[in-house]
């Protein structure tokens, strides 16, 4: 089992900055992929962006040139640096992990933050 518990995230004006942070616990030698989702409302849940054990990243279109992904630490905390934010960034921001293994995948979620943005 990994626990994940994430911090940052607030309410901001549009071109501002915030960061997210996710720390895990638990069986974290299990996890080859950290992410953040969000889910705005009336919404599906999205990637936002996500970083492998190798350290390639990855991000939806929306949020390219404007967000960074890191790993702190090897696996135990990742962050989410969010730059330029747009009054549609405004969601419920997930912290995952995954566990991928002979094409299976386990998803393990943080409690959410929000994240709002006001124009």
């Known amino acids: 089992q990994v626990y994940l518990v994430e911090s940052g995230g607030g309410s901001v004006q549009a071109g501002g900055s915030l960061r997210l942070s996710c720390a895990a616990s638990g069986s974290i030698n299990m996890i080859n992929v950290m992410g953040w989702y969000r889910q705005a409302p009336g919404k599906q849940r999205e990637l936002v962006a996500d970083i492998n054990i190798s350290g390639t990243t990855k991000y939806v279109d929306s949020v390219k040139d404007r967000f960074t992904i890191s790993r702190v630490n090897a696996k135990n905390t990742w962050n989410l640096q969010m730059n330029s934010l747009k009054p549609e960034d405004t969601a419920v921001y997930y912290c995952?992990?995954?566990?991928?293994?002979?094409?299976?995948?386990?998803?393990?979620w943080g409690q959410g933050t929000q994240v709002t943005v006001s124009s």
């Open positions: 995952n992990a995954a566990s991928t293994w002979a094409g299976f995948r386990s998803d393990y």
